[in-house]
């Protein structure tokens, strides 16, 4: 946080000091690594009360912005060739997964199963997107291919998210919680295979929660 703003920061791990990435006035979040040159991120800002995508150089704390919309565009994504871009809007019938050039260009809504969407993330290989959304007052998490196409939904819940790609592809690791209340309200680690579907609970300390997992 800098002036009760978050921002988002760099840290050497060598010396474990941190900087803050670019002069943004307003806040900025939701950042997200370039596949091939580690000194590019994607983040998202708000300025004036908008949220926009933006590329950022650390090096040369130089940013380019991507969306111009008065939507709320955020959680984008690269692809591993980082050529395309996935990003949640609520530019249209709410909060949606849309896809543009890494120019900022050619921007296409893939989502259209009904529903909210949020924080689309690409496979490895490129194939599939994962994604979370809410839809009859549920939780989900899912894949779909990045043209919106064999949306398959592979886990519900009261609260489900943070998923993450395995290095292979097979599986999505995340967070959910069952229920409001009591032992249920407890957010647990799972597995999810997104070929067999198959489900599995990553052991955690009794009465204990954990959330935000990812993959060693």
Known sequence: F?????????????????KKIGGFPGTTFAAAAHPKDRNIILLSAIIDGNSDIYEMNILSNTARRLTKSPAIDTTPSYSPDAKSIAFASDRDEGQQIYIMDSSGDSVKRVSSEGGNYSKPMWSPDGTLIAFTKIKNNQFMVGVMTPNGKGEKILAKGYLVEGAKWSPNGRYLIYSKKRGAYGNDSIPKLFIVDIITGFEFEMPTPEGEGATDPDWA
């Open 2 to 18: 800098e002036k009760r703003q978050p921002q988002v920061f760099s840290l050497d791990l060598k010396d474990l000091k941190s």
